[in-house]
């Protein structure tokens, strides 16, 4: 499964941003793992963002983005998205897709395939 990011940009707190990733080479795989969001701020680690089950169904964030963030995905166009609302300096971060691959949804290594990431800046 390739994974393609878009979308990211330089932005103003407050404002809203919307991420998505397009899947490609094996649709069937796409849609049936679960799928998720990671970021990675310069000098850190890469982290959970969000997550959503292959159905659905069920989704998952991080505390620091919850109620803000709202994961969605379209298993007929292999598309997933992120909407960002009311994004703040610290959510500056190069965001990246994933496809899970059986283990936690929270990890790094709960999934298999991997966007190349799309940058977002924050601006005060």
């Known amino acids: 499964v390739q994974l393609q990011a878009s979308g990211g940009g330089l932005v103003q707190a407050g404002d809203s941003l919307r991420l998505s990733c397009a899947a490609s080479?094996?649709?069937?795989?796409?849609?049936?793992?679960?799928v998720g969001w990671f970021r990675q701020a310069l000098g850190k680690e890469r982290e959970f963002v969000a997550a959503?089950?292959?159905?659905?169904?069920?989704?998952y964030y991080a505390d620091s983005v919850k109620g803000r963030f709202t994961i969605s995905r379209d298993n007929a166009k292999n598309t997933m998205s992120l909407q960002m609302d009311s994004l703040k300096p610290e959510d500056t971060a190069v965001y990246y897709c994933?496809?899970?691959?059986?283990?936690?949804?929270?990890?790094?290594?709960?999934?298999?395939?991997w966007g190349q990431g799309t940058d977002v800046t924050v601006s005060s």
């Open positions: 080479g094996s649709g069937r795989t796409f849609s049936r793992r679960a």
């Open positions: 959503i089950t292959w159905s659905g169904s069920s989704t």
């Open positions: 994933a496809v899970a691959g059986g283990g936690s949804y929270f990890s790094v290594y709960g999934y298999d395939y």
